[in-house]
């Protein structure tokens, strides 16, 4: 295991690297002071996930959202209800763990190798199994009953 220092300097440089991707696509960015409590397993699994010869060729996952504001999270349950889109919530604002700080939550999606962004539930559950094996205390979003929120991760 990383120090909490040491995984929050490591955190900060992984969060800083996806600004720049995550920003073309108009999602919302870390902040890589509030990703810094599970930096280390994203570090971890992002490491066996590129130590892996056939997963790094499928894409690489990057972070697209933690803390997100009540006001956000009230916007997102509006879609796919009064506004136009699929439904992404059953969260209003101030329900998620996004809406919490320090935030126990993240999003993950893939920048495939064209370039594209992906929600693939292949690779998404391939990528719970290591944030799993990094840590048992890990919950993701596709393994709840009901809605299966696949992106997601809480720890
Ligand atoms: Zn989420």
Redesign the pocket.
């Known amino acids: 295991m990383f120090s909490s220092t040491k995984a929050g300097h490591l955190a900060h440089i992984l969060a800083t690297s996806l600004l720049g991707q995550v920003a073309g696509n108009e999602l919302v960015p870390p902040d890589p002071d509030k990703i810094e409590q599970y930096g280390h397993l994203i570090i971890q699994a992002l490491a066996r996930w590129l130590g892996d010869p056939v997963l790094r060729l499928t894409g690489r996952p990057i972070i697209t959202?933690c803390y997100r504001s009540p006001e956000r999270q009230e916007e997102l349950y509006k879609q796919g209800r009064s506004k136009p889109g699929p439904i992404v919530t059953y969260k209003r604002g101030g329900e998620s763990k996004?809406n919490k700080l320090p935030t126990p939550?993240l999003?993950v999606a893939f920048i495939l190798p064209d370039g594209e962004v992906s929600w693939s539930g292949l690779l998404l559950s391939k990528f719970a199994r290591l944030m799993k094996a990094a840590d048992a205390r890990v919950r993701w979003?596709g393994d709840w009953p009901g809605f299966k929120?696949r992106?997601?991760f809480e720890v």
């Open positions: 959202e996004h939550a999003d979003g929120d992106p997601h």
